[in-house]
C-alpha cells in the first residue's frame, strides 16, 4: 500500500516536473526568462549601465557610473548566472573605481572587454582640474575579484591625458575598447577623434600612429556623432564605427573606416579607406565570414506629410572590403518598424547569435530623449538573410516596458551579449521624470532566444 502511494506521489512529482518543463519550453523567443532576476528583469538603482560583458563562467560583467556617498565612481558590477549579485566580486559584487589622479572627477566606464586571463578592462571617461578643466579618456584592469590590477599603467589606470574627451548636451560621449590578440588595448574618443594603443602594461604603445596615438579619418557629420565601436579583425586590421550614441536615435549617415595594424589608414577598404552606413552606425560587429555589420537608427517608414516619417532599427552588412552585402536585407539593408506607438526609435546595440542571426537593441520610443516622451527597451533579430525572425517575440519585434505607471519615462539598450546557451543579455538604463524619482537607473533584461 505504502509502495504504490510513494509510486502515485511520484508520478504527480514527475508530471509537475514534465508540464513545468513543457511550459518553459513552449515560451516564445523573444519572452523574458523567468530565471534570471525579478521574471526576466535586474534592477541597479543609482546606476547608469553602458557596456556588457560576459565570462567564459557565464557569469555577466556590467560597466558604467554609480552613486558613492556623495560622489560617483566609474562602476562595474558581476552577476551570477542568475541575475543575482557576485558577491566574491569588489563589495557585495560591485567595484566602485577611482582613478588616481588629483582632482579628477569619474564619468563612468563606457565600455568593457573580458581578456583570456579573466582580468576586466574597461574604457573610462574622467573630468580634471588640473592644467583648466578639461575630459579625458583612461583605461582600468580589474582582476578577477574586483579589485585594480595595480600592475597595470599607475595603480590600474592609464595615466595619460593626451586622448581629450568632452561630454555635451546632446549625449554624444562615447569611448571604444577593443583587445588585440597580443594583450594590446585600442581605445577611441569622441570629440578629439584619435585613436590610441597601450601595451598589456598599460602604456602608450610608440609603435602605433605617432607615439602611440592615430587621428581619426571621420569624426561625423555633427557634435552628434562620436567613434562607438572598434573591432581587430583576424589579419590585424583595425575596423572603426562612427556614427549616433545613446539615448537619442538619430537619422543620419555613419561611417565605416579601417586602420592598419600599425595605425596608418587601409586604403584598400571601401573608398580610400572609409565606407559610408545609410544606417548611423551606432554599433559595429564582425561576423565569423569577416562580414561587417553595423546598425543604428534609420527611416523605417515614410508617413504623407504633414506627419513626420518613423524612425526604427537599420542594420546594414557589408563584406570584408567594404563594399554593400546586396545579399542582405534589401540591397544590403534590413529595417525594423516598432510602429505608430514607437515612431522614433534607434538601435545603440547589436550581437550575433551562434546561427548568425543578428539582434539589435536600442529605445522603441515616442518621441526624442530630451523632450521626455516615453520609450521601451528595444530589440529586433533578423535571420542571415536580413528578414525580420518572426518567430522571435512580434514578428521580429520585442518591446520591455520596464517602469510603468508613469509617464515621462526613457529607457533604452545600450549593451547585448549573447550567453552560450544562447540567451539575449540586454544592458541600458530608464530615465523617469527629471531622474530624480523612483524607477530610474541601470536595468539588465534576459529574453529566451528559442
Do not use: H, W
Not at 580634471?128 to 600592475?151: C, H, I, K, M, P
Not at 555635451?168 to 569622441?190: E, F, R
Not at 525580420?388 to 551579449?417: E, I, K, N, Q
Amino acid at each position: 500500500m505504502e509502495l504504490r502511494k510513494t509510486k502515485g506521489n511520484l508520478s504527480l512529482f514527475a508530471l509537475a516536473i514534465l508540464l513545468c518543463s513543457a511550459s518553459y519550453a513552449a515560451a516564445q523567443a523573444g519572452s523574458l526568462d523567468p530565471t534570471f532576476g525579478n521574471n526576466g528583469i535586474v534592477t541597479t538603482s543609482g546606476r547608469v549601465l553602458n557596456a556588457i560583458a560576459i565570462q567564459s563562467d557565464g557569469k555577466i560583467v556590467l560597466g558604467g557610473l554609480g552613486d558613492v556617498y556623495d560622489g560617483v565612481a566609474d562602476t562595474l558590477i558581476r552577476l551570477n548566472t542568475d541575475g543575482s549579485l557576485d558577491t566574491s566580486f569588489g563589495s557585495a559584487g560591485i567595484a566602485n573605481l577611482v582613478p588616481p589622479a588629483s582632482g579628477s572627477a569619474p564619468l563612468g566606464f563606457f565600455a568593457v572587454a573580458i581578456q583570456s586571463n579573466g582580468e576586466i578592462v574597461a574604457a573610462a571617461a574622467t573630468s580634471t582640474e588640473q592644467s583648466g578643466y578639461s575630459y579625458f579618456a583612461q583605461v582600468a584592469r580589474v582582476e578577477t575579484n574586483g579589485t585594480l590590477d595595480t600592475s597595470f599603467g599607475s595603480g590600474g589606470f592609464t595615466t595619460t591625458t593626451a586622448i581629450g574627451f568632452t561630454p555635451n548636451a546632446d549625449a554624444a560621449q562615447s569611448l571604444a575598447l577593443a583587445l588585440q590578440s597580443n594583450g594590446s588595448i585600442l581605445v577611441a574618443s569622441s570629440y578629439s577623434n584619435l585613436m590610441a594603443r597601450f601595451t598589456s602594461s598599460g602604456q602608450l604603445d610608440t609603435t602605433f600612429g605617432t607615439g602611440g596615438l592615430a587621428n581619426l579619418t571621420n569624426p561625423g557629420p555633427t557634435v552628434s556623432s562620436a567613434p562607438t565601436r572598434i573591432a581587430v579583425e583576424k589579419s590585424g586590421k583595425i575596423l572603426v564605427a562612427t556614427g549616433s550614441v545613446a539615448p537619442t536615435p538619430l537619422v543620419q549617415a555613419g561611417t565605416i573606416s579601417r586602420y592598419n595594424s600599425n595605425g596608418s589608414l587601409d586604403t584598400t577598404f571601401g573608398a580610400a579607406g572609409t565606407t559610408a552606413s545609410v544606417a548611423s552606425a551606432s554599433a559595429l560587429l564582425l561576423e565569423s565570414d569577416g562580414n561587417i555589420a553595423v546598425a543604428g537608427s534609420l527611416t523605417s517608414k515614410v508617413n504623407a506629410p504633414p506627419a513626420s516619417n518613423d524612425v526604427g532599427f537599420g542594420v546594414a552588412r557589408y563584406n570584408s572590403n567594404g563594399s554593400i552585402d546586396t545579399t542582405f536585407g534589401a540591397g544590403g539593408v534590413a529595417v525594423a518598424d516598432f510602429g505608430a506607438d514607437a515612431p522614433l526609435s534607434g538601435a545603440f546595440a547589436l550581437a550575433i547569435q551562434s546561427n548568425g542571426e543578428l539582434v539589435a537593441g536600442g529605445a522603441a520610443a515616442q518621441g526624442p530623449f530630451n523632450l521626455g516622451f516615453d520609450s521601451a527597451f528595444g530589440l529586433a533579430r533578423f535571420t542571415t538573410s536580413g528578414a525580420l525572425d518572426t518567430s522571435f517575440g512580434s514578428d521580429g519585434l520585442v518591446t520591455t516596458t520596464l517602469v510603468s505607471g508613469s509617464s515621462d519615462v526613457y529607457s533604452d539598450v545600450t549593451g547585448l551579449a549573447i550567453q552560450s546557451d544562447g540567451k539575449i543579455v540586454a544592458a541600458g538604463n530608464t530615465l523617469v521624470g527629471l531622474g530624480f524619482e523612483s524607477g530610474t537607473g541601470g536595468y539588465v533584461a534576459r529574453y529566451l532566444a528559442q
